[in-house]
């Protein structure tokens, strides 16, 4: 396979550095995609990296909500890749659907759905860079227009580290903050079919915080942007946790089967992540080793720089050199300063 063009990596790399919303990021990797890819919609979804359940989806002259009703509808959801509480990071695979070619095994209503929309291929890319899968990027072209082909998978598949980079580096871009906690928690409980039951009046505020790309007008507006969440509940006995980066900082989403008489209800709540909530997740966004975030959770006790070096049989240069690295990472210019951006 061809080295990467350096020019596409190279300017997707240098837009994630200039641009200000997740939206204009979407836009500007797509349109250098494009250079390789020719493509007429896309939907870029990011991924939390330790849980691995979706954190922000962007999207333009992507699939509508009919066809995401229609594939709820012939009981598809069930079907599509769920959160895994362990994500790996198998190498970028590409893989496309084509109108015009059969269909996987139970597929069907997903080519004719795709028809309906006026779509005549997908090409779906995983991005994978450093160990760690960190979305999905989806490209699509008309009704009409070339399939996909195997051409078309190689140069995605040769863009897909340095687009995944250029996601990672966005979001650990600010001071990874928790969002202000201005409002109660949202709480939603979804029904054994994915409808709202019952909401507080905080939930649709949250949520807007949450995804202010996607359209949240209505109950099932809310419940489809929900679906995945609340598929992965059904599945682990474990909460689904996404750590949700945001332009003001990040949030928590929960999901959590309930235990009564209804069966597959979820609870869904949506709030200020906590301390404890937000380190692992930084970890990985800002690239901190696991010696890295062990001193942290020393810093955030209170520890000064002799006691974490007895605790943990470092020198205190070490320690210095942890905190040094620490600092240029999340970009601080000391303790106070790093305590007071991770504390809630």
């Known amino acids: 396979m061809p080295p990467v063009p350096l020019s596409v990596a190279h300017a997707a790399r240098k837009a994630a550095a200039q641009v200000e919303t997740l939206p204009d990021l979407g836009g500007a990797l797509t349109r250098q995609l494009h250079r390789l890819v020719p493509h007429d919609g896309y939907m870029?979804?990011?991924?939390?990296?330790?849980?691995?359940?979706?954190?922000?989806?962007?999207?333009?002259h992507g699939y509508s909500c009919a066809h995401f009703r229609r594939l709820k509808t012939a009981g598809l959801f069930d079907q599509r890749p769920h959160p895994s509480r362990r994500p790996t990071a198998a190498p970028a695979t590409a893989v496309v659907l084509n109108v015009a070619v059969a269909a996987p095994q139970g597929g069907a209503a997903l080519l004719e759905s795709m028809d309906m929309d006026g779509w005549g291929s997908e090409l779906r890319l995983r991005l994978v860079d450093r160990a760690a899968h960190w979305g999905t990027l989806v490209l699509l072209r008309e009704r009409g227009r070339p399939l996909f082909s195997q051409a078309d998978i190689d140069s995605a598949r040769q863009i897909a580290a340095?687009?995944?980079?250029?996601?990672?580096e966005?979001?650990?871009?600010?001071?990874?903050?928790?969002?202000?906690?201005?409002?109660?928690?949202?709480?939603?409980?979804?029904?054994?079919?994915?409808?709202?039951?019952?909401?507080?009046?905080?939930?649709r505020h949250w949520l807007r915080m949450c995804f202010p790309s996607s359209a949240l007008d209505t109950d099932e507006d809310l419940s489809l942007s929900l679906w995945n969440f609340a598929a992965a509940a059904r599945r682990q006995d474990d909460p689904v946790l996404s750590r949700i980066p945001t332009r003001h900082g990040f949030a928590a989403l929960q999901a959590q089967q309930l235990a009564g008489a209804r069966p597959g209800e979820v609870a869904i709540t949506v709030q200020a992540a906590t301390t404890g909530q937000l380190l692992p997740a930084v970890a990985a966004w800002y690239s901190l080793t696991p010696r890295e975030r062990t001193v942290i959770e020393h810093v955030l006790e209170g520890r000064s720089g002799k006691q974490i070096s007895r605790s943990l049989e470092l020198s205190q240069y070490t320690v210095n050199d942890h905190l040094k690295a620490i600092y240029r990472k999340i970009r601080v210019n000391g303790r106070d300063e790093l305590a007071a951006t991770l504390s809630c």
């Open 162 to 168: 340095p687009l995944a980079a250029s996601l990672r």
């Open 44 to 60: 870029l979804s990011g991924q939390d990296p330790v849980t691995g359940a979706g954190c922000f989806l962007i999207e333009h």
């Open 170 to 203: 966005y979001v650990a871009r600010a001071r990874p903050r928790p969002l202000p906690a201005t409002m109660p928690p949202g709480v939603l409980v979804l029904d054994g079919n994915d409808a709202i039951a019952s909401a507080t009046p905080t939930a």
